[in-house]
């Protein structure tokens, strides 16, 4: 090829790059909000853009995900909410506790939300029926706090001779009074001596071992909650050195060395909100799409720990785990 050729052809495909580039169709844009802090969601956020991809999407390649973490401080999740309905998002996803479900359905009534819950959405007004939410909105029910006395029974089973054992909650989780009614019953028919902890920050989380500490107790229950969640190594710390046998919710926890964990699996749950959402994003409308009720709940033991702790998990107690680590 001559000289003059060659920069006549480059000249030309020049000319047409500021052309290509402006026809370039904009990402769309989902918004992630969360209550807590990312890292102890990795795991979900993992589950949720893994859902995203079976339904063809990519963050970075064909969809863009802003995330807003509102680390534990819920007075944050209105303007962020706002803030991202004004970054005109496609969809909006609310995770990590039903404040900020909340703070989502405040801040739009157009813009379609997807949402993971752990209380019922029903009860909690944030839509009406499961089959058929209606709206702007749909999501995935987690079924996390209403089975305190599920994870009661099972510490009990574990630790059958403890004359006391503690209950660590977040008093500002909205269902609060219940998920405490659901113990305090609990505790009641199988004739359990407990005792109601509170904390809803760091500070108050010392505070409650503390407190455990002094009045002697024989076991934990850490109750469902993303705030205490975020929290998990701090407490699985504190469970530890204060050589306190404790339930969980997730299995992370029981990954990361807490002594038992049984709840539903969040990642699953994460995975079919990123579904949801790349439903939507195909065109469904949220409100024909029914509320995603989780059903398998994952019992995990970690021989490890219960070893550490002088502990001999029984062999009924065994047989029923999902998975055992040793």
Known sequence: MRRREFITLISGTAATWPLAASTQPDLPVIGFLNSVSPQPFANYVAG??????????IDGRNVTIEFRWAEGHYDRLPEMAAELVRHNVAVLVSTGGEPSVLAAKAAT???PIVFTTGIDPIRAGIISSLSRPGGNITGVYLFTSQIESKRLGLLRA???GVQLIAVLLNPNRPDYARQKRDVEEAAHAIGQQIHLLSASNESEIDAAFAAAMQLRVGAMLVGADPLLNSQRDKIISLAARNAIPAIYEQREHAL????ISY???LSEGYRQAGV??????KGEKPGDLPVVQATKFEFVINLKTAKTLGIEVPPNL???ADEIIE
């Open 276 to 281: 949801y959402a790349g439903r939507i994003l």
């Open 263 to 265: 709840g539903t699996n």
């Open 158 to 160: 574990l630790v059958p």
């Open 48 to 57: 949720f853009r893994a859902g995203l991809k079976e339904t063809g999407y």
């Open 256 to 259: 990361a060395g807490g002594l």
């Open 109 to 111: 009534t157009t813009i």
């Open 318 to 320: 065994s047989a029923q």
